[in-house]
């Protein structure tokens, strides 16, 4: 005969009750709403290009994992007021410390050798002791996180075995004993959950670091040369091929919209939930992005080295606007700008199928203007909506200041000056061919 409750095993376990599973939900949330502040934080601070990028794909997964558990919450009849709160103020201490880890070796060593394992543990433990008929939306949606989860760990351990191994002897041993000072902030906190027996810390077990500080200027890596003025050194061929060129490279620098996303994310207090997740999605879509660039250009055989990096777009970010401008300037000045046609997005994605005849750029260019959909949809709900209040004049005018305020930035940096607010002109090349809605 069939299986009473469709393949459904141990559906006689009593399980745990509503508040309880509520109470270890909501700290398993927080934890990775944290984690998705910490990786925002650290996208921008790293210098290392593959950590910066993979950053931006754990605060985007951590994002959508702590959404998700904060509707189920609902169900669970927790309000969000509540589960917005901090549970513990122990695992905030932890967080906090964790966020101030000072090394990539040691961020990764706090993100993969503690937090992140000690939640998939705890995770593991709630589907073991949930009953099965009862939590099965929780189980459902927990079962599919820890796909996400445990990849991190897989690209986690890759990435601290490569910084590990090239660490010096005195570097390694401070991330050992950060390692197990966080552990012991963990073991304060009785675990993510709560559950385990809390082991007060010793008040003469600390180990130093610097709160953490978004930079002021953009991070690079040994690999690269940086140039805050965009294509400054790069005379392209008013033609087909220069365009094609112009239009890799163009994507290739997103990764610096995707800094200066991440600095708005991790600097902004007091928005709604959701404001961070839009945030976290749009930093990682221009981290995917960037890679589209730079996927096109392996493709082609350049050295992509050899092009000196743009990091103007976190540099203005940190230096030059104030308040909603830096998101702002992307998401009404350039993002909706650029679904107007001609030129715009659609017509950069006709000119890859047409003229340049590639198929590998016509299909990043395709998923590139549907994502620029999206970003603007993000500028209407929380510039146009949210900062003026519906007033499309009003959100066009500060949009406009904030070109008015690049132009000038931009003339300075050309110029060798700083202080760039204070400078007029344009110090950007025009784009050839009409190639606007660009970054």
């Not at 069939?2 to 700290?27: T, Y």
């Not at 944290?34 to 931006?56: D, F, N, S, T, W």
């Not at 993510?192 to 003469?204: F, Q």
Request: glycine letters at 8%; a negative charge.
């Amino acid at each position: 005969m069939l299986h009473p409750f469709m393949g459904i095993e141990d559906w006689e376990r009593v399980g745990m009750s509503v508040e309880q599973s509520a109470r270890k939900l909501q700290r398993i949330g927080y934890v990775d709403r944290q984690l998705m502040r910490i990786e925002a934080g650290h996208m921008a601070a790293r210098p290392e290009y593959e950590v910066k990028g993979a950053l931006a794909r754990l605060a985007w997964q951590d994002a959508d994992h702590h959404d998700q558990i904060r509707k189920r919450i609902k169900q669970l009849r927790m309000s969000t007021v509540a589960f917005d709160k901090c549970p513990d103020a122990a695992l905030e201490a932890l967080t906090v410390r964790v966020l101030d880890s000072e090394t990539t070796l040691n961020l990764l060593t706090a993100l993969f050798e503690v937090v992140k394992p000690a939640q998939i543990a705890v995770i593991r433990t709630y589907m073991q002791q949930a009953q099965p008929l009862v939590d099965e939306p929780t189980l459902h949606m927990l079962k599919h996180q820890l796909i996400d989860r445990e990849e991190q760990l897989v690209w986690g351990r890759q990435a601290l075995a490569h910084f590990a191994g090239i660490a010096t002897a005195s570097e390694q041993a401070d991330a050992s004993r950060w390692k197990t000072y966080l552990q012991a902030l963990l073991a304060a906190a009785g675990g993510i959950d709560g559950s385990a027996e809390r082991v007060p810390l010793d008040p003469a077990f600390v180990v130093e670091a610097r709160p953490f500080a978004l930079p002021f200027v953009s991070t690079r890596d040994s690999r690269f040369r940086s140039q805050v003025v965009k294509f400054q050194d790069l005379p392209f061929e008013d033609n087909d091929e220069g365009r094609f060129l112009q239009m890799m490279l163009s994507r290739y620098f997103e990764m610096s919209p995707a800094e200066g996303i991440a600095y708005v994310h991790f600097a902004t207090e007091g928005k709604p939930w959701d404001f961070y997740l839009d945030t976290a999605r749009h930093m990682w879509d221009e981290v995917r992005h960037s890679w589209f660039g730079e996927a096109a250009l392996r493709a082609k055989g350049y050295d992509v080295y050899q092009f000196a990096n743009w990091t103007g777009w976190y540099d203005m970010t940190a230096q030059l606007y104030e308040g909603s401008e830096a998101y702002s300037h992307l998401t009404i000045a350039i993002e909706k700008a650029a679904m107007k046609y001609p030129p715009g997005k659609r017509e950069e994605w006709e000119f890859c199928r047409d003229r340049a005849k590639d198929p590998l750029m016509t299909t990043f260019q395709d998923f590139d203007w549907a994502d620029e959909v999206v970003h603007a949809g993000f500028g209407q709900r929380w510039l146009i909506d949210d900062v003026h209040g519906g007033d499309v004049r009003a959100a066009q005018e500060e949009a406009e200041r904030t070109v008015q305020k690049r132009a000038a930035y931009m003339a300075a940096h050309a110029r060798g000056e700083q202080g760039a607010g204070e400078y007029g002109g344009r110090g950007e090349r025009s784009l050839p061919g009409g190639f606007a809605g660009n970054y």
